[in-house]
């Protein structure tokens, strides 16, 4: 019989699902806490607004997403530096889904590298060529 295989099936799918979501959970509030200093960290409503939604998104997608994310949010020692706030910025052009819920990351994420030292890991602050995110799609012809 197909029906009672196919329950299994799908069981596992949604525990692999519940487990990817939590590792993903556990790796964004980590990273964002080590790159952030604690006033910024707590200030930061829109992070803690749009992650389950972010977590659920990513852990319903193909596994190479993960694995994108894991390059932008990386692992202890590692902060989000300015150079990988570009590259999460440029990830976004092709990640429709999270692309709202993210663009207000990287806009708060910005400000605190510009006005913060300690955001920014005592860094210079470097100018981005590019434009900033706009609204709906109007960036298409950036590059
Ligand atoms: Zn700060």
Redesign the pocket.
């Known amino acids: 019989m197909a029906r009672p295989r196919r329950q299994v099936r799908s069981a596992r799918e949604r525990w692999e699902r519940e487990r990817r979501y939590t590792r993903v959970k556990n790796r964004l509030v980590a990273c964002m806490e080590r790159s ?2 604690e ?2 960290f707590a200030r930061f409503r829109s992070f803690g607004e749009g992650l389950e939604e972010f977590c659920a998104l990513v852990s319903e997608a193909a596994p190479i997403v993960e694995d994108e994310v894991n390059v932008l949010f990386p692992e202890s020692p590692n902060r989000i530096t300015q150079v990988i706030l570009q590259n999460f910025k440029e990830w976004l052009k092709s990640a429709e889904p999270v692309r709202s819920v993210c663009k207000l990351w990287y806009q708060f994420i910005r400000k ?1 590298h510009l ?2 030292d ?2 920014r890991g005592e860094a210079a602050y470097l100018i981005d060529s590019g434009s900033e995110i706009e609204d709906e799609d109007a960036d298409v012809d950036e590059d």
Do not use: G, I, K, S
Request: aromatic share 0%; with cysteine.
């Open positions: 952030l200093c006033t910024h605190a006005e913060c300690q955001c």
